[in-house]
């Protein structure tokens, strides 16, 4: 089956540090890979993603490459706010027909200035 | 603006009671799903329905059910046969096998 990996939290960085949360899938065929992210009491919402190979994606200053050699999909960002300060959720969802996608446990993100 | 709504956003649940949560969308998406988020924790899928008047259980079912009669709703009802009810509860639609959008959340709380 399809699950996702992604690294254990809290990662806590001080303001305009370099940002690197991992994240490895397994999955049959290829999937869509997904970066959610989700602010205190609220839902999830989008952050960015791609749907084949090599494609990257990016929004709000993160950035996350579909590495399909060594089934990943890090994100990444240059310079972290404290708005920032969050958790980031992984996810894949299999084209190949299933309507239920797969996410990783999450990693909270605190930012201090 | 098109999204998902969820009501209430706080709910206080007595020992024995059913309550159910309510989620709306107005992004003509076909499947809609139930999570459940207790704290630190991941996403657990409670039920999800993928076209009107049908619906699959989750890993979580038990305690929990669900309605799919209009593909704008998908209410879901917490039963006294759910022993551990307390946690944050997501409801999230989606087209196709691609992004998914999420409610704003219900948080309930056993008293």
């Known amino acids: 089956g399809n699950s996702v990996t992604q690294m254990e939290g809290p990662v806590t960085l001080s303001e305009e540090a370099f940002l690197t949360i991992n994240c490895t899938y397994t999955a049959t065929g290829y999937p869509s890979l997904f970066w959610y992210v989700q602010y205190p009491g609220e839902g999830l919402q989008l952050l960015l993603k791609a749907t084949k190979a090599d494609d990257k994606g990016s929004n709000k200053g993160f950035e996350a490459t579909y590495r399909k050699e060594t089934t990943s999909f890090h994100l990444e960002k240059g310079s972290v706010q404290v708005s920032d300060s969050a958790v980031y959720f992984c996810?894949?969802?299999?084209?190949?027909?299933?309507?239920?996608?797969?996410f990783g446990r999450g990693t909270s993100l605190i930012v201090h200035p | 603006d098109g999204g998902i709504t969820q009501s209430p956003k706080y709910l206080f649940r007595k020992e024995g009671q059913n309550v159910t949560l309510s989620c709306e969308q107005n992004l003509n998406h076909d499947a809609m799903y139930w999570y459940r988020q207790d704290p630190g924790q991941g996403l657990r899928l409670i039920y999800y329905?993928?076209?009107?008047?049908?619906?699959q259980k989750g890993d979580i079912a038990e305690g929990y059910s669900v309605s799919r009669e209009k593909k704008e709703s998908f209410p879901l009802t917490v039963t006294s046969a759910q022993k551990n009810p307390t946690a944050f509860y997501l409801c999230a639609s989606q087209v196709g096998t691609d992004t998914q959008y999420f409610g704003p959340g219900t948080r309930l709380t056993v008293l």
């Open positions: 996810a894949l969802s299999d084209r190949g027909g299933s309507y239920i996608p797969t």
């Open positions: 329905s993928q076209i009107v008047n049908d619906f």
